[in-house]
């Protein structure tokens, strides 16, 4: 009953590096998405695919691309990393629609040096 | 920016039962209102979504009055391990935005 998995579960990397974080979900959910969350921040989301072969940018999605490999898989690469990028990246699924409960991963804690 | 406004933090003490209520003063028609509770270093937990009235699961319930201009989460008998960030959403599309959601400290 795995839910949402994310890997890595931390990482250092040094500025100008590439990284890709990995997603996957096993509750057979249409819609998937990423956050990043600061210190003493809520989320904000940096890209969502409402469905398999589709995605589309949310608030924050400068720096960072996105694959929606098939249904269970949503990756998020940063191509140059930024110290600015140093945040924790929540990934998480919902059925369909918009509004749907989403269901979250338990972050990636990313440092950018 | 935010769609909501919820206090920044609120205290209480175990057995006590405790409201948090959220503004929504530009609510969208089609949305609903979601409640989400994060604990240090895990993802949100969605606890309960209502969209007018109320709204009773076993963890928490929720009241939306008529005109849908706040909602209140009311958590009966907290715990310590209730101590938590409780975020209130307008949801309906898929851009969902949090804002700072409301640090509950619950004291023994």
């Known amino acids: 009953n795995a839910g949402v998995t994310q890997t890595p579960k931390f990482q250092v990397l040094k500025t100008g590096q590439s990284m890709t974080l990995q997603c996957a979900q096993d509750m057979n959910h249409n819609s998937m998405y990423w956050y990043r969350q600061d210190p003493g921040m809520g989320l904000r989301l940096i890209y969502y695919s409402a469905s398999e072969g589709t995605t589309d940018k949310g608030e924050v999605p400068n720096g960072y691309n996105v694959s929606r490999l098939n249904k269970r898989e949503f990756s998020l690469r940063l191509e140059s990393a930024a110290p600015s990028q140093t945040s924790v990246y929540f990934c998480?699924?919902?059925?369909?629609?918009?509004?749907?409960?989403?269901?979250f991963g338990d972050g990636t804690r990313l440092s950018i040096l | 920016l935010a769609k909501t406004t919820q206090p920044i933090s609120m205290d209480s003490y175990e057995g006590q039962e405790v409201n948090i209520t959220c503004s929504h003063n530009n609510i969208a028609t089609n949305d609903y209102i979601t409640w989400y509770q994060q604990f240090p270093s895990q993802g949100p937990r969605f606890i309960i979504q209502g969209y007018k009235t109320k709204v009773t699961n076993e963890v928490a319930s929720l009241f939306i009055p008529a005109d849908r201009k706040s909602s209140t989460l009311s958590l009966p008998r907290v715990s310590l391990s209730d101590t938590a960030v409780y975020y209130c959403?307008?949801?309906?599309?898929?851009?969902?935005?949090f804002g700072a959601g409301t640090r509950l400290f619950v004291k023994a």
């Open positions: 959403l307008e949801t309906g599309g898929f851009k969902t935005i």
């Open positions: 998480a699924s919902s059925h369909g629609q918009g509004g749907q409960p989403q269901h």
